[in-house]
């Protein structure tokens, strides 16, 4: 009697255990987010204060989204500069894959995201909490998102006397900096830049009014390298 009642005991256990670990895995929310485009800018323009400041934003960001266990880092490139080599946007995000707040795979690898094949678009590249950001044709166009960088995430290599990254992303007025349209849509002659979510066209300047005046409000791409 005492036999049966420890083994009927124990399989209830068993059996709890399992119902709980089920539950356990089925509230994890599907897969995690590891990309997403900033709600908002930290508040200077074009001035992020250098690429450890973008990182730091992106991670702090990611955080108050509850993904802070994560490594972040901005979608950003930058130019030789103080004994620094230039820095290329894609060699800094990690290898993939990479899902949005929604769960939705965005990219599968780096060659991926700089493909037709990719799921970059304002349905999918959402802010961190989970929110569509207006584009082109809403009353506020914020769909010039920040870059410094060619089609394939390279740096886009400044003409003599021109700048593409707001200074390497110190500086809050005057010079520009590439964005890309995360909407793929724009009023540009050259369709194929319309489309780009990462190689549009410069800015106006680096100030936030001087972004604003070419549909940018400073945001950028995060991307989570683990």
């Known amino acids: 009697m005492s036999g049966r009642l420890l083994l009927s005991t124990g399989a209830a256990v068993a059996a709890a255990a399992l119902i709980i670990g089920c539950g356990a895995m089925g509230s ?3 897969k995690p987010m590891s990309f997403f485009i900033t709600s908002t800018n930290p508040g200077k323009g074009g001035d992020l204060g250098g690429l450890a400041g973008a990182d730091r934003f992106c991670q702090s960001l990611a955080t108050s989204a509850g993904a802070g266990n994560k490594n972040w880092r901005a979608y ?3 130019t030789a500069a103080g004994g620094q080599p230039a820095v290329n946007a894609r060699d800094r995000i990690g290898a993939g894959p990479w899902t949005n707040a929604k769960g939705v795979v965005v990219a599968t ?4 995201l700089h493909s037709a094949n990719a799921k970059v678009g304002k ?3 959402l802010t961190e909490k989970g929110e569509v950001v207006s584009g082109f ?3 506020v166009n914020r769909h010039d998102i920040l870059t410094g960088s ?4 390279t740096l886009a290599l400044p003409e003599a006397g021109k700048d593409t990254t707001c200074g390497n992303w110190t500086r809050s007025d005057g010079g520009s900096a590439i964005v890309g349209h995360h909407d793929h849509k724009g009023t540009n002659p050259d369709p194929v830049a319309n489309a780009s979510w990462n190689s549009s066209h410069g800015t106006r300047g ?3 009014d001087q972004l604003k005046m070419s549909g940018s409000a400073g945001l ?3 991307f989570a390298t683990n």
């Open 28 to 30: 994890s929310g599907g």
């Open 76 to 78: 950003l490139s930058t």
């Open 109 to 112: 690898s780096v060659a991926d």
């Open 123 to 125: 349905d999918t590249s």
């Open 137 to 139: 044709g809403d009353p």
């Open 150 to 153: 060619r089609p394939d995430g």
């Open 206 to 208: 680096c100030s936030v």
């Open 220 to 222: 950028m791409y995060c």
